[in-house]
């Protein structure tokens, strides 16, 4: 089979407009951005894993917080340049990028760790935990129920394939304990007839700085 990274980048270069329009309403994770600039200091760096377009997550952070968006994308993050010139977008693989330790205020991952996977996740969480400041927050959807897969002509796009793989929502919950990252919230997100989770956690006091 074709290396999944190719298919998950070749597919977003397809389907980013589809995805998610220049204009499209940054009403879009309202209620989530709400809370985490209740949560966090005005001015903190912060981090979007997996960044799309820089709608709607970066352009309204932006606003607050010295952005810094990451995509695998070369389409989405010459986009999100255009869009959002106020952040710094970094086009690589999420996995192999790397920050001082203590660098974000908060870190954001949303509909995009489940690209990665399975056995790069647990690392990518760990690296977050090192990235995040004392006190600082991460949010993310994750899976919910397990799944790899693929789904061809995404979003109606031909050529779009696109590429998933999800944990369980207990395996996060583990992966993230593991790393000390504290689960303070993990919902489920209905999307058709399954799902995500969303969660939001905290560096708890265990030193994952440690070698693993
Ligand atoms: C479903 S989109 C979500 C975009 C944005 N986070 C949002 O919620 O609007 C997933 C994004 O993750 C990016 N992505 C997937 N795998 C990645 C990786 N290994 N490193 C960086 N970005 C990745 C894709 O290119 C895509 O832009």
Known sequence: MEDPKSIVRRGYDLVSQV????DADDGTYAEWLDLLERRVESGSSVLDLGCGCGIPVARRLAQRYAVTGVDLS???IGRARELVPGATFICADMTTVRF???SFG?????FALIHLPLTEQPALLRSVRRWLRPG????????HRAWTGVEKDWLGVKGGDMWWSHADADTYRRWLADVGL???LQTFIPEGTGGHS????TPSSKNALAPS
């Open 182 to 184: 504290r689960v303070e």
């Open 136 to 143: 600082g927050l991460f949010m993310a959807t994750v899976g």
């Open 106 to 110: 908060a870190i954001t991952c949303l």
């Open 19 to 22: 995805y998610r329009r220049d």
């Open 100 to 102: 001082p330790d203590a």
């Open 198 to 201: 969303f969660v939001l956690a």
């Open 74 to 76: 070369p389409v989405q």
